[in-house]
């Protein structure tokens, strides 16, 4: 008899952390003072600015379907954004507004990918993105990377890993889970390797905004020929909105309008009319006092889990995330994660979230919580590596 199950279930991994989630809850059901340190997503609400255009159109009470590819003034918005923030300038007909980063990488890869195609890309890495090429029956290659390269895929390891098969390359930069950013050059080289080859060039931009004393190059600053992904859920602080963006390289535009059409018909429209004040001067204002308080978190932390004994090799210079070596404390850090949730109520998320490689050496702490609550978890987990130790 047929499975009633599509086999590509089988080969796409639930979250690890959804279980601790799940935990977490049951404690804090039970009473229990639960500090969370998993969830990647910032704590601040949305900006009210934001809010109130929302409430507006709702008002109107007219939500009608936009257009497949978003309403023409967000698109053009979002073209005047890359002017002014990368100096590049951006053709509207190339954007499409998504539900979130995750419809817009869907419909690249729609777009783009055939059965059996390889796409390459670095481990660690967030995982439903390799997730997403599976759904199209393409393979994701996953290249072990460390601090040596920041966590980042180099043109050097791409060119070895090229076969005929190979169809393209992502890079998120800033990466989650690691936070860490590609060297300019070393983009560049990518992307100009990629196009060299025929390839796709697929660059997850949605921690842009959240970069502490850097310039986070948007591929665009190097070529039209990307695919770049972008959102307004985290630097915006929208994720519950569901509203993000693509933008194409040219020939692809008639391809992704008629994915577009039918995979979404189009992005919930008053997300898209709450986006429309996202740019506006004040709410900017306001965002960059919001990734000012995220850079304080980030040196807190960072000093704080460095003092504890963890190894950090590559200080992460954006996102909201920490991806720390915690060897010296454990060989599994699945079980680390659990026993620290169930004795001192903080959640963080285990390596194997976001790979294989040196996956059970490493935990993500997420600093979508205030510096009060983030010292109290650091002094929580002093107390549970002490405890540790002592049994030991
Ligand atoms: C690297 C990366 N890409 C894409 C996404 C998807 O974001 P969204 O669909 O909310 O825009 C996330 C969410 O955590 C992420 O970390």
Redesign the pocket.
Known sequence: MLSRLANRTSDIAPFFVMELLGRAKQLEMQGRDIIHMEI?EPDFATPQIVVDAGIRRLQTGDIKYTPAAGLPELRQKIADYYQTRYAVTVDKGRIFVTP????A?LLALAASVNPGDEIVMADPC?P??SNFIKLFEGKAITLPVDATTNYQLTAELIKRQWTPSTKGVLI?SPS?PTGTLIEPDEFKQCIELVNECGGCFYS?E??HGLVYGKHAPTALEYSDNAFVIN?F?KYFGM?GWRI?WLIVPYDFVEAAEKLAQNIFIATPTLSQYAALAAFDEQNLEELESRRAEFAVRRDFLYNALLQLGFEIPAKPDGAFYIYANCAKFTKDSYEFALEFLEAEGVAITPGIDFGSFKANEHLRFAYTTSIGRIAEAMQRLEQFINKNKNKG
Do not use: Q
């Open positions: 990647g979130g980063a995750s419809g990488f967030y439903c993105n998120a989650n997850d949605i921690y959102s859920s994720t993000g």
